[in-house]
């Protein structure tokens, strides 16, 4: 197994309790902040996101730079498995680390195979030819509501039949999607509000931040708290969109009243791009209508008290258990003391090749004790001289809580004609 798939697969199941941890800090800052502006909220969430992100790929980095030299020694043909096994041993780490691996790399696929097949579709509604009665009307009254909004780039318009909600996608050329069923059914004025929500959303670039959420559900996708906390920032992006709107419309009460439509006709939610029915409506409502000071609920709070100690636990068990571990170490040969295996003769001169695995224990004095054959080369006088060969070098012991300790050792020898 490569260094790397090692350390990818350690990393993601460090980041359990690092996700754990960003989620329990999340939410007791949250808390504290339930009170405070939408915005504080909002940015609060991008750091926690942004560090469940930036926390593992730094582990990996580190990993990678830590282990890379271990992980390429080689001693004049010698190639030393990354892995350390004893007889003993019923749970084999490399097998379970390619199996985590490959079982995430397989699931990320499938949800990047998602979003890609999303953002397709929103690219082809939004090159659809407009040819709507009242598309020109729509695209007039979006113009000047860009110019309001102090927008200059150019904001297209589509109106799609198969769409539920308006929605907003593209960054440098946006494009807001209009439903049909809307422009048909729904007052001017309230449809008016919702595309005013869709130019805040333009004009906050929040177009470019989701589709970072959704490249982070992917990589992180197995970890709740990931999930919780991009859900938790797109329920303040909405506030913060709702808020931008009324205040450019000047009229709370009509956005409420657009989002009250909405709400009665139970629109889908999308998410690979803004869409104005995003978030709970029920708490956009009130929140435009009758903002309140929400009061602490105590249940909750000894819930958050209970992760926090959790969290804490979980930090200092990993970061002993890191320690501990970093101190503990496999033997380690000394180059001076090995010699290259001698080619019997009669191998040599009938060109006989293979790869012989051997299993060799070395002792707490740092020499070899016993040696076996755990996969031959399928030539008994190679096997004999790869063996005859390691049994005289002299290695540092393994290191196991700060003891030399006797430790079974899995190496493979190539014997290649060059």
Request: proline share 4%; charged share 20%.
């Amino acid at each position: 197994m490569s260094a790397f798939i090692l350390a990818l697969g350690l990393t993601l199941m460090h980041f359990l309790w690092q996700g754990l941890l960003i989620g329990g800090a999340t939410a007791i800052v949250l808390t504290l902040l339930r009170n405070s502006r939408a915005e504080h909220r909002y940015l609060v969430g991008c750091c926690a996101l942004l560090t469940c992100l930036g926390w593992p790929a730094l582990d990996l980095w580190q990993r990678l730079s830590g282990d890379a030299a271990p992980a390429s020694a080689s001693f004049q043909g010698l190639q030393w498995a990354t892995g350390i096994a004893s007889e003993d041993t019923w749970f084999d780490l490399h097998t379970s680390v390619r199996g985590i691996v490959s079982l995430w790399a397989l699931c990320a696929a499938v949800l990047a195979l998602r979003m890609a097949t999303g953002l397709l579709w929103i690219d082809r509604a939004s090159r659809q030819p407009g040819n709507h009665p009242e598309q020109h009307r729509w695209e007039a009254e979006l113009a000047r509501m860009a110019q309001r909004f102090g927008i200059h780039r150019a904001i297209g318009l589509r109106v799609v039949d198969t769409l539920a909600s308006p929605i907003t996608a593209g960054w440098w050329r946006p494009v807001v999607l209009v439903p049909a069923a809307l422009i048909s059914g729904m007052p001017p004025d309230l449809l008016q509000a919702l595309l005013a929500h869709e130019m805040a959303h333009i004009k906050r670039h929040d177009y470019l931040i989701n589709l970072l959420q959704n490249v982070i559900e992917t990589l992180l996708f197995y970890h709740p708290a990931v999930w919780w906390i991009s859900r938790s920032i797109r329920i303040e992006r909405e506030l913060i969109a709702d808020d931008v709107a009324a205040r450019q419309l000047g009229e709370p009460r009509r956005l409420a009243l657009a989002l009250s439509e909405l709400e009665r006709l139970r629109f889908s939610h999308h998410q690979l791009a803004q869409a104005a029915n995003g978030g709970d409506l029920v708490m956009r409502i009130q929140h435009l209508l009758r903002p309140a000071p929400q009061s602490l609920n105590w249940k909750t709070a000894l819930a958050m008290l209970g992760v926090a100690v959790a969290c804490v636990s979980v930090y200092a068990e990993a970061t002993a258990a890191d320690k501990s571990a970093s101190s503990d170490r496999s033997a380690i040969v000394d180059f001076k003391t090995c010699a290259k295996p001698v080619w019997p003769a009669e191998a040599l001169a009938a060109e006989h090749t293979g790869t012989v695995q051997l299993n060799f224990l070395v002792g707490a004095n740092g020499k070899v004790k016993d040696t076996k054959v755990d996969r031959s080369s399928g030539h008994a006088d190679l096997d004999e001289a790869a063996r005859a060969g390691i049994a005289k070098c002299q290695f540092r012991p393994a290191i196991k809580g700060g003891k030399a300790i006797e430790k079974w050792q899995m190496m493979q020898y190539v014997w290649t004609l060059e």
